[in-house]
């Protein structure tokens, strides 16, 4: 089974957007935050991944379809 680029896309997009809120946490508390930085590097590798999945890899203008795409499955499959 091969791995969805959508999926791996927000997932990446959820992870880095986590990584930032620990990153200035710790920043803010003038301490290293390994949890920020180790899920820094699983968002830039999860989107990279969906960049290299994806035939002709994302622009900038293909993020939001790609996450309507996913919620879009995500609501069918739940209901």
Do not use: K
């Not at 920043?27 to 949890?35: L, N, S, T």
């Not at 002709?56 to 209901?79: C, E, M």
């Amino acid at each position: 089974m091969a791995a969805d680029p959508d999926l791996l896309l927000l997932a990446g997009m959820l992870c880095g957007a986590l990584s930032l809120t620990a990153l200035m946490a710790g920043f803010v508390e003038a301490r290293i935050a390994p949890r920020g930085v180790l899920l820094l590097v699983m968002a830039a590798g999860l989107v990279g991944a969906a960049q290299l999945l994806e035939p002709g890899g994302y622009a900038l203008a293909d993020v939001p379809d790609a996450v309507i795409r996913v919620v879009g499955r995500l609501v069918q499959f739940f209901y």
